[in-house]
């Protein structure tokens, strides 16, 4: 199937503020339906719909309405907002996927679906961790997203659906505010250095954690949506990576910006347990050989980008 016309559920998060536009781009604007249950930006260059993932008959509604071939479903709770609302996170991440497999098998619709590292838990090997190994995660946001991973895996074995996923690393971008995700820390960092030359870091200086700056993973979201189906060997959810880093790593290169910048640190236990789950490198390599996912940005260019941008966002904002 080809994407023609694309509805994108929660348009006006992290990733959908960057990937709304992006795909207009390539689609026009009239063919990219950008769906919010609360926040609306009405200059986003898309059909603003307002609706929920937990809302199908709306969903359904729009489909029809605007003759939709794919759904992108980037509603979800992050890690920590996960574990403060156990429920909610259930029903967001799970149910709200389930309604739109549901959708997709009935009116034969492509889906893309992401799912987090935060499938690997304590067990699986840390260090380049393979594309197929132990998963046992040990956190809410974990474990909807693996089940996540085998529900749209299962829609594809017993009803054909045309399901994509990948497992987005710590995703970083000046676009938006900082929110409530384990890998945050390393955007909040930012606005505290520049405002205030110090920082109180909730995870310990040596924490490693893989991250990817968010041009890459739009690039790569957008091949992989638009890759011929026979190329998707995966219907679980491909291993996504970059580069990594420690709080102390990020410090030492923002000094290069800020010499008198300061960083200590006040471990979060909640933050740093969920932390203490999560691999320190990914292997990607199936990514790479099956629909060409590839990465621009390095550790030091990606600082670069969030420094210069950030400060300029904040000089504007006085």
Same mark, same amino acid.
């Given at each position: ?154 829609? *594809?074995?017993? *009803? ?37 030359? *110090? ?13 990817? *700056? ?105």
């Amino acid at each position: 199937m080809i994407t023609k016309k694309v509805i994108i559920i929660g348009a006006f998060g992290q990733i959908g503020t960057e990937l709304t536009p992006a795909l207009a781009k390539i689609l026009g604007e009239k063919n990219i339906v950008a769906l919010s249950h609360s926040k609306i930006n009405q200059d986003f260059s898309a059909i603003i719909e307002k609706g929920d993932v937990l809302q199908p008959k709306i969903i359904v509604e729009i489909i029809k309405k605007h003759q939709i071939d794919t759904i992108i479903n980037l509603a979800s709770y992050l890690s920590v907002k996960s574990e403060a609302d156990p429920q909610g996170a259930w029903q967001v991440n799970l149910i709200g996927l389930k309604n739109v497999l549901d959708i997709a098998k009935d009116y034969q619709l492509k889906v893309f679906w992401p799912s987090s590292i935060a499938v690997f838990g304590p067990t699986t090997p840390k260090i380049q961790t393979p594309q197929d190994t132990i998963i046992e995660p040990t956190t809410m946001y974990g474990l909807t997203k693996r089940a996540g991973e085998l529900l749209c895996q299962y829609y *594809y074995l017993k *009803y054909g659906v045309d399901v994509r996923s990948v497992r987005y690393p710590g995703l970083l971008d000046y676009k938006t505010p900082p929110s409530m995700g384990t890998t945050e820390y390393a955007k909040w960092i930012f606005y505290h250095a520049i405002e205030k030359g *110090y920082y109180l870091c909730p995870l310990r200086n040596d924490t490693v954690l893989p991250m990817m *700056y968010m041009e890459d993973a739009i690039r790569s979201t957008i091949k992989i949506i638009m890759t011929e189906k026979e190329k998707i060997k995966i219907r679980t959810s491909y291993n996504l990576a970059a580069f990594s880093f420690s709080p102390d790593d990020l410090a030492q290169e923002i000094k290069k910006f800020l010499p008198h910048f300061k960083i200590e640190y006040q471990i979060d236990e909640n933050i740093q347990k969920i932390a203490d789950t999560w691999p320190s490198s990914i292997d990607d390599h199936q990514a790479k050989i099956d629909w060409g996912h590839e990465v621009n940005f390095d550790f030091h260019k990606t600082v670069k980008i969030l420094f210069e941008n950030i400060k300029k966002k904040l000089a504007q904002n006085k």
